[in-house]
């Protein structure tokens, strides 16, 4: 079963409660040619690579797209202090990654300076 972040303030208390223990992450597939996240959407989520390869690209003024990288099993994708994603990344063949929440990683990375410092 999996666990949702509710943002509400009702509920912030067990939310947050939610978070501690990261119960909010999903496991998700995805096709070959699907888009994970589009550069300029909201970044409420972050994901972790963990099969297959993604390709990350920025979408230039005149239209045309540059590849930017690739992500390989165990990189952090979409992980931004900018609300918004910067880049797009895009699967190159099946792709499983784990999503995170946004808003309950960084309730729950508060506590732990040193989790950022490793995953750099």
Same mark, same amino acid.
């Not at 303030?9 to 067990?14: C, K, Q």
């Given at each position: 079963m999996i666990a949702r972040c509710v943002d509400s303030?009702?509920? @912030? @208390?067990?939310t947050r409660q939610n978070c501690?223990?990261?119960s909010t992450l999903v496991i998700m597939p995805i096709l070959r040619r699907?888009?994970?996240f589009g550069q300029e959407e909201l970044a409420t989520s972050f994901y972790n690579l963990l099969e297959g390869v993604m390709r990350l690209n920025?979408?230039?003024p005149d239209g045309r797209r540059q590849i930017v990288g690739f992500a390989l099993p165990?990189?952090?994708v979409g992980l931004s202090?900018?609300?918004r994603h910067s880049i797009s990344a895009d699967a190159i063949g099946p792709v499983t990654v784990c999503r995170f929440s946004r808003t309950c990683f960084t309730n729950f990375a508060d506590d732990k300076p040193h989790l950022l410092r490793r995953m750099n």
């Open positions: 303030v009702s509920a @912030r @208390r067990s501690e223990n990261l699907e888009t994970m920025k979408l230039l165990g990189d952090f202090v900018s609300p």
